[in-house]
Every structure is written in structure tokens, then in C-alpha cells.
């Protein structure tokens, strides 16, 4: 069973920018599509970035244009790049599979807290 840890999380200013890994345990390059996701107090998980194979990406259209996602299957990670962020961006950010329907166990996600 692969376990995910994420890390890069932390408080920043709105405007700021952070860099988040999500470091599998085993590998991945065979897992089709990966994704972030991030939950806000109250609120259901929320997919809002995802890479399959041959790097085609996709972003919910709150956060289009400000994160990038991307994967190194020879170091098993995934990354989300996060720009110009903003209050409502705050949440634990999770990494899993995306669009298969089944996913590995749940990291423990990491925060992300945007706020002056």
C-alpha cells in the first residue's frame, strides 16, 4: 500500500506564494492520473488540481491561472505550486489518485493558512 505524506504547507500573506510535495512511498508512474486536494473547516474535499500521463493538466477554475501541479515519477512526488493566493485557499491540501475512483490510504495533508 502506498503512503502519501505532504509537506510545503504553512501561513503566508494573501498575495503569497507556497510549494507543496506529496511524497509516495512507492511508485506512481503507473498511477494514471494524480491530484491535490484540499478540505476547509466545514466543507467537503475538494479536488482542485490534477496531472495524468503525458503531463495533461487540470485545475478547478477557482484556482486556474495561480496553481500548477506537476509530478517527478522518478522521485514518486507530486507538487502543487500555488501563487498569488488567497484567503479562501486556506485548508489542509491532500494528495491522492484522481478520476479512478479508489484512492491510497489518506496523508495527514498539510496546512495551508492564508491571512494578514
Known amino acids: 500500500q502506498v503512503q502519501l505524506v505532504e509537506s510545503g504547507g504553512g501561513l503566508v500573506q494573501p498575495g503569497g506564494s507556497l510549494r507543496l510535495s506529496c511524497a509516495a512511498s512507492g511508485s506512481i508512474i503507473r498511477i494514471n492520473a494524480m491530484g491535490w486536494y484540499r478540505q476547509a473547516p466545514g466543507k467537503p474535499r475538494e479536488l482542485v488540481a490534477a496531472i495524468a500521463s503525458g503531463d495533461n493538466s487540470h485545475y478547478a477554475d477557482s484556482v486556474k491561472g495561480r496553481f500548477t501541479i506537476s509530478r517527478d515519477n522518478a522521485k514518486n512526488t507530486v507538487y502543487l505550486q500555488m501563487n498569488s493566493l488567497k484567503p479562501e485557499d486556506t485548508a489542509v491540501y491532500y494528495c491522492?489518485?484522481?478520476?479512478?475512483?479508489?484512492?491510497?490510504?489518506w496523508g495527514q495533508g498539510t496546512q495551508v493558512t492564508v491571512s494578514s
Open positions: 491522492n489518485k484522481a478520476y479512478e475512483g479508489s484512492y491510497f490510504r
